[in-house]
């Protein structure tokens, strides 16, 4: 597996994301397949591996602390504060604000380090900004984790450019991680990703798959459960699904043009646009694994990826890609 960096973290050129181990993509989750996920993950050459608290909550990072315990050293753990929760309510509705405070950031990476089992946080993220809390306080309590050895480099997710600025400011960010695949592209207009580029900050994609959809596999709404994350998404609605998957269907048409599978076009389109960036597509089966990570391998030429950029212009897409409420909590 070919390396990248995230400020001064080594890492694989692909990371994976673990959240779908355990929350949002339905009630059943199999933590004996997980744990063989993760296992060969390891075995692949995947060093990067991101969870967070809100997952599950909290067992995401239990899971992932215990299955990569015996191979600590050789791993980089990624995880995520900034939430309020309540675990006693659904899971759509179990998120309840925001919360950046210091105290706040001080406790979550106390009883995060505490779950994951380790004695360091590799990567501490900001999950969202805190628009009640000055991005300037967030990130210097960050730093003292830094300071007293609980954390190695610090993150934020879903801040806008000027946030980033100011962040890194205060610390070095090591790594942006936003949503960004074929089908979404709000960070290349917004300015977040020229932002990273400029200050040589790591920049990590998640849903790099547009949440299964870029894979192929996913063609019916019926497949996804009643709690299934997906379905409360606009552009999972009925009306616009149908119109979404034509346009998968010109990523299916030109994978097996270059022989490849489409989920493996679709990652090696992210990791073309630029060596600063880390995608994190998640799997809890081996296989789709092993399928993700052989994108490493998939080389496209410029005018291959413009190509692909220009058949699945998110301008094509029917359908936002959050919620009214969660939206407002992205890019501040």
């Not at 190695?152 to 946030?163: C, D, I, P, R, Y």
């Not at 205060?170 to 979404?184: D, G, K, M």
């Not at 977040?192 to 894979?215: A, D, K, Q, Y």
């Not at 997906?230 to 994978?255: C, I, Q, T, Y």
Request: charged share 25%.
């Amino acid at each position: 597996m070919k390396h990248r960096h995230l400020g001064s973290l080594d890492v694989s050129a692909l990371g994976l994301g673990c959240m779908g181990m355990s929350h949002a993509y339905g009630a059943t989750h199999d933590e004996a397949a997980a744990v063989a996920t993760l296992h060969r993950a390891v075995d692949l050459g995947i060093t990067l591996f991101d969870t967070a608290e809100v997952y599950g909550p909290y067992a995401n990072e239990i899971l992932v602390g215990k299955a990569l315990k015996p191979v600590r050293d050789k791993v980089a753990i990624a995880t995520k504060f900034g939430f309020r929760i309540d675990p006693s309510r659904p899971s759509a509705e179990m998120i309840t604000g925001t919360d950046s405070r210091p105290e706040n950031v001080k406790a979550v990476a106390e009883a995060s380090l505490k779950r994951l089992g380790t004695d360091v946080i590799d990567l501490y993220y900001q999950h969202r900004v805190d628009p009640a809390v000055p991005i300037e306080e967030t990130v210097g309590a960050m730093a003292e984790l830094v300071r007293e050895g609980k954390v190695k480099a610090l993150g934020l997710s879903e801040a806008g450019a000027e946030t980033i600025r100011r962040a890194h400011a205060v610390h070095p960010i090591a790594a942006v991680q936003s949503e960004y695949s074929l089908w979404t592209r709000d960070v290349e207009e917004n300015g977040v990703l020229e932002t990273c580029r400029s200050l040589g900050i790591g920049f990590v994609p998640f849903s790099p798959l547009g949440r299964g959809v870029l894979t192929g596999a996913l063609k019916k709404l019926d497949g996804l459960s009643d709690t299934d994350f997906r379905r409360s998404l606009p552009r999972f609605a009925a009306e616009n699904f149908d119109a979404n998957l034509a346009l998968v269907a010109l990523l299916e048409e030109m994978a097996a043009q270059k022989g490849v599978a489409p989920a493996q076009l679709a990652l090696a389109w992210v990791l073309a646009q630029g060596d600063f960036i880390v995608p994190i597509p998640g799997a809890s089966k081996v296989t789709h694994l092993e399928q993700n990570a052989a994108a490493a391998d998939v080389a496209l030429t410029a005018e291959e990826a413009a190509r692909l950029g220009d058949l699945l212009s998110p301008a094509k897409v029917a359908g936002g890609r959050y919620s009214e409420r969660m939206a407002a909590m992205a890019s501040k």
